[in-house]
């Protein structure tokens, strides 16, 4: 794992590395954040989530490791290693895990 205060930039990066998880827990790293968007890690233990929510922008989560259940507008979704899938900006979603997965997630401002 790296310290969290050492650039990331211009470095050939393993998600897995730069997360972990944590016995009851969801836990987050941001990686970029800049006006236009966000990069954030995130690992959840097992039966972890994150309640249904609305965003006001778009995000794409991608499964680095795992599987996640997502609800999208009611509609639910389990994805594997290695898929992705993209939150509209406004519609309620969830998150929760089914067995232990991480995921990288981009949020695009507008």
């Given at each position: 794992?790296?310290?969290?205060?050492?650039?990331?930039?211009?470095?050939?990066?393993?998600?897995?590395?730069?997360?972990?998880?944590?016995?009851?827990?969801?836990?987050?790293?941001?990686?970029?954040?800049?006006?236009?968007?966000?990069?954030?890690?995130?690992?959840?233990?097992?039966?972890?989530?994150?309640?249904?929510?609305?965003?006001?922008?778009?995000?794409?989560?991608t499964?680095?490791?795992?599987e996640?259940?997502?609800?999208?507008?009611?509609?639910?979704?389990?994805?594997?290693?290695?898929?992705?899938?993209i939150?509209?900006a406004?519609?309620?979603?969830?998150?929760?895990?089914?067995?232990?997965?991480?995921?990288?997630?981009?949020?695009?401002?507008?």
């Amino acid at each position: 794992m790296t310290d969290k205060n050492e650039s990331l930039a211009a470095r050939v990066l393993d998600p897995n590395d730069l997360i972990a998880y944590q016995d009851g827990s969801v836990v987050s790293r941001m990686m970029v954040y800049k006006k236009t968007g966000t990069i954030t890690l995130f690992a959840f233990d097992t039966g972890e989530g994150l309640s249904e929510h609305t965003a006001p922008f778009d995000a794409i989560a991608t499964i680095i490791e795992g599987e996640a259940q997502i609800t999208i507008d009611k509609k639910e979704y389990l994805l594997h290693q290695g898929q992705m899938i993209i939150m509209p900006a406004n519609i309620p979603h969830a998150l929760r895990a089914g067995k232990r997965f991480k995921m990288c997630l981009t949020m695009i401002h507008e």
